[in-house]
Every structure is written in structure tokens, then in C-alpha cells.
């Protein structure tokens, strides 16, 4: 966290709660009330682009202080947010590729000043004043502070897929509208996939009309998006995948594969053969009208080609394909797609688009104003960067993959052994949301607000690291984006009503905040796109915040000097203690539960880790280790509850092994300084067992 000359006076806050950090801030004496004659004005207010966004501004504005009237656009006696735009370079278009996000903002107890040199560096500093306002003792205000601001890289995007699943278009806008909360300015709108062809074509209606089930975007729902989006600062990139994922591509349009078909939309997940065929010249009139129709929906100068798990298996049977490798002297199906997307490359040109893709499509062949998005690993970012390729990277920010917050924050974009010159090419980053296993109910809970934690990584200084303060500041982001209209906590209280089938859910609420989803869901069981995602596995959230908070609990506990050991005893016990009773409540809730029976076993090992927990504060509270019998029972414990069911893991059960193994050691504990506890345990933890 970047905190510039703090000042130690009342009333001087000594922390701040934005998200993402800003690059430096310097704390003021005083604050500026915001009442009933405040007002948002300033010559920056008649930007055509800050006018498109400042009724969702103010009305934002209006909650968040308890006004009862939006702040007017005119001075009216009281106090203001004055916005200036300062050398603005009319040269540049809106939405180009790179713009400058900086922005200076300075409050003081009379007026608060926002300055910057293009449009969209006021809407950045409109999000972190909203992020100021606190209220206190009934009123409403913003701490005095002095902040400078701008963003660490260009490209900080988040991919969304309809594909898999379909997300209707209020979903695309309040994720927008999250987006912008944390200052990401890229959607990436993966909108072809094999399950589905999600974007309306007049020119070749059958990708859409046999090709998605009837779920698309028409171009009208499109253009809204694109707008909405605009209006926030964030750019919308099209991906149409190619040439392999062209399954539904090929429903209607047979003739462009390279296996004679029939075709039907794929209803599974996995690698699919289907690919388009790269050697016939139909295929390029094809995408030349196909991508030169979608590219004139999306103002924004890069498209999204994809060219990602192709594999060779339908090229290498296919005797026309085969026999023009064999005349036009291509090695392989590698230089077959390198070949493909070098006519792609070329389309989009002609249309004045850059072409993306993932990290398959980097060769040699291609030119250096290609963008390549790795999602392999850092390896592929760090190459593409050395030969002079602009890249994104995406490895290490893949959503569905469960990851804690943690896990994505500590991941940054520039390798640390990359010369300057090659470190000039790495533009940023992408978080991904792909979307076999989220819906329309459940997408929301698996963005956010992990998304923030990677949008703080893209956005704030690279010494901005400190983990437990990015738990703290995200917690209250979280209760932000809920009050925006993020459906990530109140979508999943009415699926646990669902599951508990009327029933109190307080039961239920407690077991689900206690599992996480396993990694690499879907080998328990296969799916389908036809499947609900209604059980306690989507429900559950990807990272338990009780089982880390319980983590910061028992080493509380186990630093602390003995006198305040009884009352973290005590916040312990009682925690402890609700497992242990939890189960009678929740079992013969989840017995007559159709979604909920198979999560039963979790609820009786939870009650078992509470028992097993409490013991082991008996045992530490002693100071007496516990009998030898008593710890082969607690390991036989430990290994049913850390086993998954339904595709759940109890979170909290590295917490209680630590418990058992203080319990286990705490007579050689008391002979080592409490600050000593916690790192001994744990290192133990950490040898190997023989």
C-alpha cells in the first residue's frame, strides 16, 4: 500500500480502503461535508463522455451519501466536486488503443478538485472518490486527501463467455458496471465457442439461427453493450474463435469444415476435432464478409481471433487437405494454421483491426503488430516479448480455476529477468471467466470480487503486495460491488433457500461458508450444458473467507502473551462450537433436500472438526499434550474431512490440523516465545511425513 506523507492529526485517517490502490496518496487535515446543495461541476462536466456516464455517477453518489436529491451540475452555495480537464489531446480517439487513465484528485473541508487530461482519467477518479465517501455520525463526507493517480498498464481486460453458458444482456451490463469499479477498461467478449455462436450475422443468419439454441446478441443488443461499455471507459474486444471451437459454426454451414459432418452444437466440455478448413478459398470469402460484418459492430481497433487447441486430427484426414500440404510445401498442421492465420491477419487488416490471439498463434511468420495473449504459462509472454510482440497475460488469472484471491494477486505480469525493451511489449493482463461451470446465476460469485484483487495487480505500483491488507480492502470492494448491483452474495442466499427448500438457511449459510469448490471440477461427474447449477457446489463461494479468517484467528492465539489468551480462546470456542451443534440442525434439512442430500457427509465432518477443535483447546489451555490414542483419532479424523464430496472440500481443515498439532506439541510449545508458535506448527506441518 502507497501511503505518502501521512500526517499523525485527529481525524487523519491512517489507512485507506481503495481498491485498487492508487499510486500515491497523501492524507489532509479536515473533511468535506456532502449535503443537500453539494454539487458535481466544473468545465469537465460538458465532456460528451463524462456526460454520458454522470447520471450513473450521481445516482451512485446520492446512495452512498444518503442524499435525498442527486447533486446538481451547478454551484448552489455549498460544496463541489469540480471536474477539469487539463491539455486534453483532441487528436485521439475515444477508446483507442492505449489512452491516458491519469488523474489527479485533491479534497479539501471546501471543495474537491479532479483533474485530467482526457475524459476517461475522469471517470477513474470519479470511481475512487466514490470509494472516499464514508458517512459518520449521520452525515456524509470525504476525508481530506491529496491523490495522484494512473494505471500501471494499459490492457487490464476481464473475457467473458456466453458460450458455454448463456449470459443475458443485463448480466454483460452489471459486470460492466463492476468492471468499472475497479478500473478495468477491457472486456474481452468471447463470442463463438462450440456450444454456441453467440452474435447475430445478416449476412450468414444460419451461425445464429442454427448455431446457439436461439441464445445470441442481436447487432442492436451489441451496439448497446458496446455504448454502455464506452460510457464506463472500458473498450469491448470481440473474439470469434478460429479455427478450431467452430463447432456450431459448422451446424449450418457444413461446407466449411473439414470433416463432412453432419454437425450439432457440442453439449459437453473438452477438445473438440472440428475445425475449419484452412485450404479451400471459400473459407476466406466466407470470413472475409463474416469478419468484416462483425468488426463493423465493435469501434474498438483489436479483434480476438482465438486460434487456440486446434487439433490436427481432421486435417491429417483429410486427402484434399493432405495433398495441399504437399503442394504448397507445409510441414505440418502447425505451419497450416500459421499459413490460416496469416489470411485472417490480412482480413482484418483490410478492416482496420488488429489481430489478437492466444499464445498458439505466436510464429515467426506473423507480424510484429499481432497481440498475443498467453494462457499457457508466463513462458509463452515473456517469448513473445523478446521477439518484439506486444503480450497479455492471462496465466495465473483464470477465474474458474477456484483460486484464492491470493493465489491471482500475487501473479504479476512482468517477469522480473525481462530486458527493458522487451518489458515495453507486456501491455498487461486478462482475467478469464470461462464458462462451463457458471450460468447466469452463479457468474457473478465467480468474478467477484476475486476480479479486484487482479484489477489492484494491473492497476497499482508492483510493491503494492501486502496480502492481508488486499483481504481487508477487498472485503469492503465486496460490499461496494453488492450495493452496485453485483449479484455475487445475494444470488447465492437464494440458492441455499432453494436447496434448503424453505427451511431457515443459518445452518445451511454456515457449512457453505466453510467448503470451496475442488479444482478441476467435472471429474466427479460429467456434464452437460443441459445440467443445472443449483447445488451446493455453485452456491459455495471459490475462496472461504471464514477459513482464513479462522487461520488469522488461531495465530492471534497462538502469539498472544497468556493473558489475553482467554478471551481469543473464547471467540475460538464459540466458533468451534457451531460446527459441533450445526449438524443436527442441517441434517434433516439436507435428508429432504433433493439438491442438498449429497453434502450430509460434510455437514457430519464439520460437526466432527468442531469436536475434534474444541479438544484440542482443552488441550492448550491445559498445557498438557493430549494421549497417544486420542491423536491417532484426530488423524483419522483429519483425513475423512479433508477428502472432497460433491465436489466440496472443507476449507477450514488445514486450521484445525494446526490446532491438533499445538495440542500435540504444546508442552515443548510453552518453552518457545508465543511469537514463535505459529512458525514452529507450521514448519512442522511442512516436513515430509515418513
Not at 79 to 95: F, N, Q, V
Request: with cysteine; hydrophobic share 45%; net charge negative.
Amino acid at each position: 500500500m502507497v501511503l505518502a506523507g501521512s500526517r499523525a492529526q485527529a481525524a487523519v485517517p491512517t489507512a485507506h480502503d481503495l481498491m485498487p490502490a492508487p499510486q500515491s496518496l497523501e492524507w489532509r487535515s479536515g473533511r468535506l461535508l456532502l449535503d443537500e446543495h453539494f454539487a458535481i461541476t466544473g468545465p469537465g462536466v460538458s465532456n460528451a463522455r463524462v456526460q454520458a456516464v454522470l447520471p450513473w455517477i450521481l445516482g451512485r453518489l446520492r446512495a452512498d451519501a444518503g442524499l435525498h436529491e442527486p447533486p446538481a451540475h451547478t454551484r448552489r452555495g455549498g460544496a463541489a466536486l469540480i471536474l477539469e480537464l487539463e491539455g486534453e489531446d483532441t487528436r485521439r480517439p475515444p477508446l483507442a488503443f492505449i489512452e491516458d487513465e491519469s488523474y489527479e484528485l485533491l479534497v479539501s473541508p471546501r471543495e474537491a478538485r479532479l483533474k485530467a487530461r482526457q475524459p476517461v482519467g475522469l471517470l477513474r477518479g470519479l470511481e475512487t472518490f466514490l470509494q472516499l465517501v464514508r458517512r459518520e455520525g449521520g452525515r456524509a463526507l470525504v476525508p481530506a486527501v491529496a491523490i495522484s493517480d494512473r494505471p500501471r498498464f494499459p490492457w487490464r481486460g476481464l473475457l467473458l463467455d456466453p458460450c458455454r453458458h448463456w449470459l443475458p444482456v443485463e448480466v454483460i451490463r452489471r459486470n460492466l458496471d463492476a468492471m468499472a469499479a475497479v478500473k478495468l477498461n477491457v472486456l474481452h467478449w468471447h463470442l463463438s465457442e462450440d456450444q454456441g455462436f453467440r452474435i447475430e450475422s445478416r449476412l450468414h443468419p444460419k451461425l445464429h439461427e442454427q448455431g446457439s439454441d436461439g441464445l445470441y446478441y442481436t447487432q442492436d443488443q451489441v451496439r448497446d453493450i458496446v455504448a454502455y461499455a464506452a460510457a464506463r471507459g472500458i473498450r469491448v474486444v470481440p473474439e470469434l474463435d478460429v479455427p478450431g471451437h467452430t463447432t456450431s459454426w459448422l451446424v449450418g454451414h457444413p461446407e466449411l469444415g473439414s470433416a463432412p459432418g453432419p454437425y450439432t452444437i457440442a453439449r459437453s466440455w473438452g477438445i473438440f476435432d472440428n475445425a475449419l478448413d484452412p485450404t479451400r478459398d471459400e473459407t476466406y470469402v466466407f470470413l472475409e464478409q463474416l469478419l468484416g460484418e462483425i468488426a463493423g459492430l465493435f469501434p474498438d481497433p483489436c479483434f480476438h481471433i482465438g486460434g487456440d487447441e486446434v487439433t490436427p486430427r481432421q486435417w491429417n484426414a483429410n486427402a484434399a487437405v493432405l495433398d495441399f500440404m504437399y503442394r504448397h510445401d507445409v510441414a505440418d498442421a502447425s505451419e497450416l494454421q500459421a499459413r490460416f492465420n496469416q489470411r485472417v491477419h490480412g482480413i482484418l487488416a483490410a478492416h482496420g483491426k488488429r489481430m489478437l490471439g492466444w499464445d498458439e498463434i505466436l510464429r515467426p511468420e506473423l507480424p510484429k503488430t499481432i497481440v498475443v495473449q498467453s494462457w499457457r504459462g508466463a513462458a509463452s509472454l515473456t517469448r513473445a516479448a523478446r521477439l518484439g510482440y506486444d503480450a497479455l497475460l492471462s496465466s495465473g488469472y483464470y477465474l474458474d480455476h477456484m483460486q484464492s484471491a491470493a493465489a491471482h494477486y500475487l501473479v504479476d505480469p512482468l517477469p522480473e529477468d525481462l530486458a527493458p525493451e522487451a518489458q515495453a511489449h507486456v501491455l498487461g493482463g486478462e482475467a478469464c471467466m470461462w464458462g462451463e461451470f457458471v450460468d447466469a446465476g452463479t457468474v457473478d460469485s465467480r468474478i467477484w470480487p476475486r476480479a479486484a484483487a487482479v484489477a489492484e495487480r494491473l492497476w497499482s505500483p508492483a510493491e503494492v503486495r501486502d496480502v492481508d491488507d488486499m483481504y481487508r480492502r477487498l472485503e469492503r470492494q465486496s460490499e461496494r460491488l453488492q450495493a452496485l448491483g453485483v449479484r455475487h452474495r445475494s444470488n447465492q442466499a437464494a440458492m441455499l433457500g432453494r436447496i434448503a427448500g424453505g427451511a431457515s438457511i443459518e445452518a445451511l449459510q454456515r457449512l457453505a461458508d466453510r467448503v470451496e469448490p475442488v479444482r478441476g471440477r467435472g471429474q466427479a461427474r460429467r456434464y452437460t450444458s443441459a445440467m443445472p447449477l443449483d447445488r451446493l457446489v455453485d452456491a459455495a463461494a471459490p475462496e472461504s473467507l471464514a477459513a482464513r479468517h479462522l487461520e488469522r484467528q488461531l495465530d492471534q492465539l497462538l502469539g498472544a502473551p497468556a493473558a489475553e489468551r482467554p478471551a481469543l480462546m473464547a471467540r475460538l470456542r464459540s466458533e468451534l462450537a457451531g460446527w459441533r451443534d450445526n449438524h443436527g440442525v442441517l441434517e434433516p434439512i439436507l435428508a429432504a433436500s433433493e439438491l442438498g442430500a449429497e453434502a450430509r457427509p460434510l455437514s457430519k465432518e464439520l460437526a466432527a472438526l468442531g469436536v475434534l477443535g474444541l479438544q484440542a483447546l482443552d488441550a492448550v489451555e491445559a498445557g498438557r499434550a493430549p494421549a497417544a490414542a486420542w491423536l491417532e483419532e484426530a488423524q483419522h479424523v483429519l483425513e475423512g474431512a479433508q477428502t472432497p464430496r460433491a465436489e466440496l472440500q472443507l476449507a477450514v481443515v488445514p486450521a484445525v490440523r494446526l490446532l491438533v498439532l499445538a495440542a500435540q506439541e504444546i508442552e515443548g510449545l510453552t518453552k518457545l516465545p508465543p511469537a514463535e508458535w505459529a512458525p514452529h506448527l507450521r514448519a512442522v506441518l511442512q516436513k515430509p511425513r515418513r
